[in-house]
């Protein structure tokens, strides 16, 4: 069974930047897309960027792009967010998941598209 565990969140002034991990066991990602998702109080879950199990078809929300990238170490079994220029907006937690996305093209961000989630980790941008 795979499981996925989250880390990296905090509290970080506007214009920081946070490097979340999302590390995988139980079974290598080389099977699955893994994207990453955030959910603000009171809003839905909201798909940010994905990444393909061979690494391509990287995929990124209008809201992230030019400041957060994924990457992924296939060594380490685990998927990275680099988050640069946080905003207040940026605020909530973050759920790294697994799952398979149709070919070909970008990796979907869908919610839909994901079975296996982590637990999530706090990102906390004051205004």
């Known amino acids: 069974q795979l499981q996925l565990v989250e880390s990296g969140g905090g509290l970080v002034q506007p214009g920081g930047s946070l490097r979340l991990s999302c590390a995988a066991s139980g079974v290598t990602l080389d099977y699955y897309s893994i994207a990453w998702f955030r959910q603000a109080p009171g809003k839905e879950r909201e798909g940010l960027s994905c990444?393909?199990?061979?690494?391509?078809?990287?995929n990124y929300a209008d809201s992230v792009k030019g400041r957060f990238t994924i990457s992924k170490d296939n060594v380490q079994n685990t998927v990275y967010l680099q988050m640069n220029s946080l905003k207040p907006e940026d605020t909530g937690v973050y759920y790294c998941?697994?799952?398979?996305?149709?070919?070909?093209?970008?990796?979907?961000?869908?919610?839909?598209?994901?079975?296996?989630w982590g637990q999530g980790t706090q990102v906390t941008v004051p205004t």
């Open positions: 990444i393909r199990s061979t690494g391509g078809g990287i």
């Open positions: 998941a697994a799952g398979w996305t149709p070919y070909p093209g970008l990796c979907s961000v869908a919610v839909g598209r994901y079975r296996f």
